[in-house]
């Protein structure tokens, strides 16, 4: 045999030595979940994370920080009485989102802070955008979302990060930041995010789930992948500086299109149904969750993430460090 791939497999220092891709801390977002009250409310679908009060998640932060990781992603959890059709609480300099994100940018400065930019949180009616007779209408929506952005970035948000899918805005959020003077604050847009079954716990986490009807006229139909190119385009041209695709694992040849159609920075969002499913398998003791968690990371990694928000960056985190202990 000429050809012994088993060879370059043999020995640890051997297989770190050709390793082609890597999973680090610097790459990973933790996303989380922040709520008025002082204790914690735990999210049964998503063993291990909670709606936290303003002081834990920047306990949270503090940790995330210290393990490497990158940045949170904040999602705030109102109540029913704090939520209108035009999510109009998502504007409130006072609100629970901007007094997050400044507690966090006081506190634990070089945290990488993104900010979701959707009326679902605020909404009565548990979509993206305004309803109008069962319609999601794109026009109504736009100006709120550059709002809310506009807030946001007040607050000291590093990167909004529209995640509604209506068209025009990430032109809207630019032009309405430059015009506000945050022209340094950055725009991840969730590109191409599909309208997935994957993101039941989430919904459980903010009860947010849309009152009537489905997502389907905003985000992408799983069966599509060239329609992706047309929304990477469309946000470059507007001028998103990273462009998210959402889910993760389930379209990781949509990540791999993505990442080599594009000059821009891509992130990957593992998102809540992927982790509820490590989570549910590992407790039934049917796989090992934290080398499930690390080897789907790392796939996603070799899949053309430079950027992945995930539930087990905390997790992935420690376990990396743990194991960078251990070779030392
Ligand atoms: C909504 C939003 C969703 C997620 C992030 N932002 C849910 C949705 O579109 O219904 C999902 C994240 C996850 O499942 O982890 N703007």
């Known amino acids: ?33 922040v709520h008025e009250h002082a204790e914690p409310h735990p999210i049964v679908s998503m063993p291990g994370h909670s709606r936290l009060s303003i002081s834990a998640i920047v306990e949270l932060g503090r940790r995330a920080r210290a393990l490497g990781i990158a940045g949170l992603a904040l999602f705030p ?16 300099p006072d609100g629970l989102m901007q007094r997050t994100i400044r507690a966090l940018k006081q506190q634990v400065r070089e945290l990488v802070l993104f900010t979701d930019v959707a009326l679902d949180p605020y909404s009565s009616d548990g979509h993206d955008g305004v309803v109008v007779e069962d319609r999601i209408d794109n026009e109504l929506t736009v100006p709120l979302l550059a709002r809310m952005a506009v807030a946001q970035a007040q607050a000291g948000a590093d990167f909004v990060a529209p995640s509604d899918m209506m068209d025009g805005r990430i032109f809207a959020i630019r032009r309405a930041l430059d015009e506000a003077g945050y022209y340094e604050v950055g725009i991840m847009s969730y590109a191409v995010k599909y309208a997935s079954a994957f993101y039941g716990p989430f919904r459980d986490a903010l009860d947010s789930a849309p009152r009537r009807g489905d997502k389907k006229t ?111």
């Open 1 to 33: 045999m000429l050809q012994r791939p088993r060879r370059n497999r043999r020995t640890k220092a051997i297989r770190a030595m050709v390793q082609e891709n890597h999973l680090d801390p610097s790459h990973l977002v933790l996303p989380v979940f």
């Open 218 to 328: 905003y985000q992408m139909d799983p069966a599509n992948l060239r329609e992706a190119g047309r929304e990477i385009k469309l946000d470059e041209d507007e001028g998103a500086d990273l462009l998210m695709v959402k889910p993760g694992l389930p379209y990781a040849d949509v990540l791999r299109f993505v990442r080599q159609n594009t000059t821009l920075p891509v992130a990957s969002y593992h998102v809540s149904g992927e982790y509820a499913m490590l989570k549910a398998a590992a407790e039934r003791g049917f796989i090992d969750f934290d080398k499930c968690l690390l080897e789907s990371l790392l796939c996603l990694r070799r899949a053309g993430a430079d950027v992945i928000f995930s539930y087990g960056a905390l997790e992935a985190a420690e376990l990396l460090r743990a194991a960078e202990l251990l070779a030392q």
């Open 77 to 92: 959890a109102l109540g029913e009485d704090q939520k209108d059709t035009h999510g109009t609480e998502s504007l409130n």
